[in-house]
């Protein structure tokens, strides 16, 4: 592996050498980019508009939201660019943004994810103490920690990446990721990255393990309560992030899984549009269906005048 080689850019993995299905990828990216954003930027508006929403578990939601329309313009508008101008490359700097920006969102997201998950044990199952456990100043350390540690993690992986050396400047995959990354090095730092990626791995299984915990403690709770009604409303808030996480994980297990070199570059293109595309597309769809309080934020926002009666037979 003393072979190397110094690049200026690096040539992503393209869809298809046809124009006419170039042209194909570029629609269906700006569908999916154009409905991402709109779904996550109604989500934050409704949060920031109404006053009612303005509670600790929306507070992270908008978080959320945040993080989502974030990691698909790191990635998907290149990818857009480079159908449309029949381009595969992407710089060194533009290379190692992708990934910097991309580990931070998709990082932090998952922390956010977890941090929700003990939002709602404390509301549902020590509510007394939920005021004074979830306050506003509190959360807001605990976002500032999420994006801190995430920062830190993503800048690690970043410069352990871009200080090796590299076989070759062909990157499998339609954005710059870290495995097809340390499938070109040549360097020793190859370990080190990898113990990292290994450690995030572990991070992220970790944190799915206290989400499951979590929620095991959760359903005993809500199974306690005496009444339908309340049970319902408790599930209403949990329901939607449980079917979050599991969006995130399950696709996320469906790409790192897979046996290396078993797969055709549209299968890891399939793949990876799985993991990195859909989530932050089906997150919005997923809390505004099973929601109350969003459903009707989201009709106020839209100007869609209802009485009290008529929305609440919506909603529901």
Not at 161 to 168: L, P
Not at 204 to 219: K, L, Q
Request: glycine share 4%; hydrophobic share 50%; net charge neutral.
């Amino acid at each position: 592996m003393s072979n190397f080689t110094f690049t200026s850019e690096f040539l992503l993995l393209g869809f298809s050498e046809d124009w006419e299905l170039q042209i194909l990828h570029f629609l269906v990216f700006l569908v999916l980019y154009l409905a991402t954003m709109t779904g996550n930027l109604l989500i934050i508006a409704s949060i920031a508009l109404d006053h009612r929403l303005h509670t600790p578990m929306y507070f992270f939601l908008m978080n959320l939201a945040i993080l989502d329309i974030s990691a698909v313009s790191v990635i998907v508008p290149k990818s857009m660019a480079n159908s449309i101008t029949r381009s595969r490359s992407i710089s060194y700097s533009g290379c190692a943004a992708q990934v910097f920006f991309y580990v931070l969102f998709v990082s932090t997201d998952f922390a956010i994810l977890t941090v929700m998950a003990h939002d709602r044990y404390v509301a549902i199952c020590n509510p007394l103490q939920y005021e004074s456990i979830m306050q506003k100043r509190a959360c807001v350390q605990i976002a500032s920690y999420a994006w801190t540690t995430c920062f830190l993690y993503a800048a690690m992986h970043t410069g352990c990446i871009f200080s090796m050396n590299f076989c070759s400047n062909v990157v499998k995959q339609f954005f710059c990721e870290i495995p097809p990354l340390l499938n070109i090095s040549c360097s020793d730092l190859y370990l080190v990255d990898l113990v990292l990626l290994m450690f995030g791995c572990g991070m992220t299984v970790g944190c799915f393990i206290f989400i499951i915990v979590t929620y095991v403690h959760i359903f005993s709770a809500v199974l306690k309560i005496p009444s339908v009604h309340g049970q319902r409303k408790a599930l209403s808030t949990c329901i939607p992030h449980l079917a979050v996480v599991c969006l995130f994980e399950s696709t996320a297990i469906l790409a790192y899984t897979r046996p290396p070199g078993n797969s055709s570059s549209g299968q890891d293109l399939a793949v990876a549009i799985m993991y990195s595309v859909v989530p932050p597309l089906m997150n919005p769809v997923i809390y505004s269906m099973r929601n109350k309080n969003i459903k009707v934020a989201l009709w106020k926002l839209l100007g869609i005048r209802q009485t009290s009666d008529t929305i609440s037979r919506i909603v529901q």
